[in-house]
């Protein structure tokens, strides 16, 4: 596995790739990252494969950069856990041939003043709400690194599930040849939805902290039972969900209902496929996590 730092260096590791396949990660990895790594290596191999006129190697690509431009100021940035030499272990254990972990200097050698704005109507909702300007940070930053790595493909987790949203627009609007492929969340054995945030919470607040999928799947069984009966009360639903948590210590910021195609609002009964969304801070750690309602 080459572990390269400069944009040059990472296009020359690259020349001649049959196919490239990518995982772009902020580092501190865990199985989730993990398994979207195994299933870039499939998906490379098979693609290559499949073109037996490109003679070249089919490759994987981890990204490993703590992007500064998607935190807020009052933000983790600083905090947010750098666990470098032990990624790159457990990305060769899992098909990685190539890490690219700039240096902040390596990928924005001048202030990045060029930036993708996604749409206000995708992108300012639930977590641009409550983090303005987060979702201009990703949209930039992941732009930026499909021009640098030119993937034919990009893995990215469903538990961030707005975000996979807008990268793939952002790759339909640009009309950039890359395919998008969403890996399922992760979990525990308890149901909590694994993330590099999760080291953060103390012993108490970890077992505490399951709680949050637990309401999501309680809203969903409340949505189908409305959809049933024709009853459906979705606001009712979502205070429910929201008063949940906070009786038992926490912070929501949004326990909601969205329609799966563009996380709009549901306000009558409908055959469209939703999802459950919920962001809440437990302690001092701020935790999301969703479902789809299939």
Not at 167 to 191: F, K
Not at 270 to 282: K, Q, S, Y
Request: charged share 25%.
């Amino acid at each position: 596995m080459h572990i390269v730092h400069s944009i040059n260096d990472l296009r020359h590791t690259l020349q001649g790739a049959a196919c490239r396949a990518f995982v772009p990660t902020m580092g501190n990895l865990h199985e989730g990252h993990l398994k979207l790594m195994r299933m870039a290596r499939t998906a490379a191999d098979q693609r290559a494969t499949a073109s037996p006129q490109n003679a070249g190697k089919a490759m994987t690509v981890a990204s490993i950069f703590v992007n500064r431009l998607q935190f807020a100021p009052h933000e983790d940035f600083d905090s947010y856990p750098r666990t470098f030499e032990r990624d790159c272990e457990q990305l060769k254990a899992n098909g990685c041939d190539v890490v690219f972990a700039p240096t902040e200097k390596d990928l924005y050698p001048e202030p990045q003043v060029f930036k993708v704005h996604p749409p206000a109507e995708l992108a300012d909702i639930l977590e641009g709400a409550f983090r303005p300007g987060f979702f201009v940070g990703v949209s930039t930053v992941v732009h930026k690194l499909f021009n640098v790595v030119q993937p034919d493909i990009a893995m990215f987790g469903k538990k961030d599930y707005q975000q996979l949203m807008v990268i793939r627009r952002m790759v339909q609007q640009m009309a950039l040849p890359i395919e998008i492929i969403g890996g399922e969340t992760e979990r525990a054995n308890d149901g909590l939805a694994l993330s590099s945030r999760n080291g953060y919470l103390s012993v108490e607040e970890r077992a505490e902290a399951v709680q949050l999928s637990l309401a999501l799947k309680t809203m969903i069984a409340k949505v189908k039972e409305g959809l049933t009966s024709s009853k459906l009360n979705i606001a009712a639903i979502e205070e429910h969900a929201m008063q949940t948590l906070r009786e038992r210590g926490w912070q929501p910021d949004y326990m909601t209902v969205r329609k799966q195609h563009d996380l709009s609002p549901v306000s009558k009964i409908t055959t469209d496929p939703l999802v459950v969304l919920g962001a809440a801070r437990l302690g001092k750690t701020r935790l999301i996590d969703n479902l789809e309602i299939i």
